[in-house]
């Protein structure tokens, strides 16, 4: 079946003398064969073949699918170009063109095209056709598949081979439900979760265009798909200059080449494992529009995502703004929206986690529900730029690697050097949040974060640091390598110091006391004391340790309470069995009161005996959630019920004296 395809903008200047590669049955093995000029083209001299002798020429019957045979030969409008299809195999198909103007082309077998030049050996990959000559012959030749619209796109043949065959664990490539995912239409519907007051909203007409880069390693193919489709559907046409896809050196080069046919879409592969980070510089650097979108590769967005975006970074250039970022649940890929009362932030072992408003700050938007939320982080993985301010602020740091801490430290970039952090609620997107990362981590992918973070902390956060190393000791033994040059941008940036940050960005985060006993974890045998993930009167207990502070962070303050953030360690009543909890803090209240000692107390002999403290309970609570045990007040034989004793190793670490040894035991005054 005949079809016309328009090329915009690809018309190569050639010369009289133009070689065609005839295509074998293995791609890229072939023979040239010289074309002589037919009739009519500009300078084709006395090389005249007539155009159905070129064709029966280049497409024997031996060749599977073939003869193909030109359909049209198209003029541009204005008389200036003429551009001649050839499609002389299954493998290979060819334009030749001459001239720069616009045709329209009308043959047997349409297919998405890209260019190749045997002069640099290499596929063109921004499709910006410079002349490119050998022995001053312009020798193109188009491959590949002609570019088609989204719509047209086939999804079955895309996604099909690469489907969980039955019996095949469906988490086991992606660490979500990919049998879910490979069901779902490329152009799936999905709720408008927006506030209303959006919905009504009316955007500036004079936004400008931006350059989507998503980069992807090993992606679900039906995941990566839906996120390039979702950004085509769902945004204005004139405002997606193209969408760069940055294929982190995937098992299958196919996963984003084959991504390449669709009208918008380039791609670029890098040649080894580079990770996050160098791979949206790269495709940053090779962004034609003047802002940058970066997007991760299981995302999906909503309507009306992208104009509220750009209008704050047109409005500003010094802004860097994040969508509300809603959930696609891992399992069963439902799309739910998430709170707008949400910011971003991290407690001191640098993890980002969700704050909630203050209720002083969710008062002050009942007026304005729609205002733009400033945040003190961003997550990472999706937010607009403008280009030049990101190349100005410094990209990312080059030496971070695959994953981590590049959202901790372009936040406090931004902010530490003049910019500002925004989340706008009307602008959404979907991501799908995984328990964990299916790729591996050269090292571990533990001291991959800690590198990374460790990076970003003596770059940025001052005396400050020491915070993080009291919550995650661990993390000074991970080397972090050079970073004279980030410490010397920061410099060249006139950058604020981290003090001023704390105080006027995150004023929120409780920053230890230097006067506080100590800070850190509170640990018996391999079991720390944790919140479970719960907030205020929510039952605490033990966790295995994992070093990494969190729900596992405590302060022992001068009034001898132990807090984590602003909640304190609280006996719910005095009687056997009662439960802990964690309550706001109270002065004066004997509740929350506790002493510090060493192993010189009653219960000291019983501790060592045991790998779990007798006053914590031996068997999961139902209070505690996640089959942990809670920690309760016991009635132990051998010293008065009131005495809850826990051991203190090193992870609680004083800040005054140096960290030390020192077993301690903690016990209710």
């Not at 001053?136 to 065959?165: C, H, I």
Request: glycine share 8%.
């Amino acid at each position: 079946m005949g079809d016309s395809r328009v090329v915009n903008s690809v018309c190569l200047q050639v010369l009289t003398h133009v070689y065609l590669d005839r295509c074998s049955q293995e791609r890229g093995v072939g023979t040239r064969t010289p074309l002589a000029l037919p009739a009519g083209f500009p300078g084709s001299g006395a090389h005249r073949t007539p155009l159905v002798g070129v064709t029966e020429g280049l497409g024997g019957s031996a060749v599977p699918g073939g003869p193909f045979r030109v359909r049209h030969v198209g003029v541009s409008p204005q008389g200036q170009g003429l551009c001649l299809c050839l499609a002389i195999s299954a493998c290979d198909y060819q334009l030749i063109c001459k001239g720069v103007s616009s045709v329209a082309i009308t043959f047997a077998a349409v297919i998405p095209v890209t260019f190749y030049s045997h002069c640099s050996g290499g596929l063109l990959e921004d499709h910006r056709l410079e002349p490119h000559t050998c022995s001053g012959l312009g020798l193109w030749a188009a491959s590949s598949v002609w570019k088609v619209r989204w719509p047209d796109f086939n999804q079955e043949a895309y996604v099909g081979g690469t489907m969980v065959r039955s019996g095949q664990d469906p988490y086991a490539r992606n660490k979500f439900n990919q049998v879910e995912s490979d069901k779902l239409r490329m152009d799936r519907g999905i709720p408008d979760t927006r506030h209303d007051q959006c919905q009504r909203k009316q955007w500036r007409v004079d936004l400008p265009a931006t350059s989507v880069v998503i980069t992807f390693h090993n992606e679900a193919r039906s995941a990566l798909l839906r996120t390039v489709v979702s950004v085509l559907k769902k945004s204005p046409p004139h405002l997606i200059k193209e969408i760069i896809l940055v294929d982190d050196y995937s098992n299958d080069p196919e996963d984003g080449a084959l991504l390449g046919k669709i009208e918008k879409v380039r791609v670029l592969r890098n040649d080894r494992r580079e990770g996050l980070m160098r791979s949206r510089v790269r495709g940053a650097d090779a962004a034609q529009a003047k802002v940058l979108t970066f997007l991760d590769s299981h995302c999906e967005c909503n309507e009306h995502w992208l104009e509220p975006l750009l209008e704050r970074v047109a409005e500003d250039r010094t802004r860097v703004v994040s969508p509300i970022i809603d959930v696609i649940n891992m399992d069963n890929f439902q799309y739910v929206g998430a709170s707008a009362d949400l910011k971003g932030g991290f407690d001191w072992n640098l993890v980002f986690k969700w704050d909630y408003m203050t209720p002083e700050q969710r008062r002050s938007r009942q007026g304005n529900p729609v205002a733009p939320i400033k945040t003190p982080m961003i997550a990472g993985g999706l937010f607009v730029m403008d280009k030049f301010y990101f190349e100005e602020l410094g990209k990312y740091d080059m030496m971070m690697d695959v994953w981590g801490g590049e959202n901790l430290e372009i936040s406090f970039r931004v902010w530490q050097c003049g910019g500002s952090l925004e989340i706008i609620p009307c602008s959404r997107v979907g991501h799908v949040f995984r328990k964990q990362h299916p790729y591996t981590f050269p090292g571990g992918s533990g001291t991959v974060f800690a590198r990374n973070t460790r990076r970003a902390a003596e770059v940025w956060m001052d005396e400050y640091k020491n915070f993080y190393y009291a919550a995650v000791p661990s993390a000074r033994n991970v080397p972090y390598g050079n970073i004279q040059s980030r410490l010397e941008l920061r410099k060249k940036l006139n950058c604020k110091p981290f003090k001023w940050y704390l105080e006027n960005v995150y004023p929120e985060l409780r920053v230890p006391d230097h006067q506080d006993i100590a800070f850190g974890a509170l640990q018996q045998g391999t079991n720390c004391l944790d919140t479970l993930g719960h907030f205020a009167d929510g039952v605490v207990g033990v966790y295995e340790c994992h070093n990494a502070g969190g729900n596992q962070e405590w302060a022992l303050t001068k009034e001898k309470s132990v807090k984590h953030i602003d909640l304190c360690l609280t006996v719910v009543d005095r009687s056997p069995g009662s439960l802990i909890k964690l309550q706001g803090c109270r002065e004066n209240d004997s509740r929350q009161v506790w002493s510090s000692g060493t192993c010189g107390c009653p219960c000291s002999a019983q501790t060592r005996a045991v790998s779990v403290p007798t006053p914590l309970a031996s068997a999961a609570s139902p209070h505690a959630g996640q089959g942990r045990p809670a920690l309760h007040l016991m009635a132990p034989l051998s010293f008065p019920w009131s005495l809850l004793c826990f051991l203190l190793h090193s992870p609680l670490t004083p800040l005054h004296p140096p960290p030390h040894t020192h077993t301690h035991v903690l016990s209710l005054k």
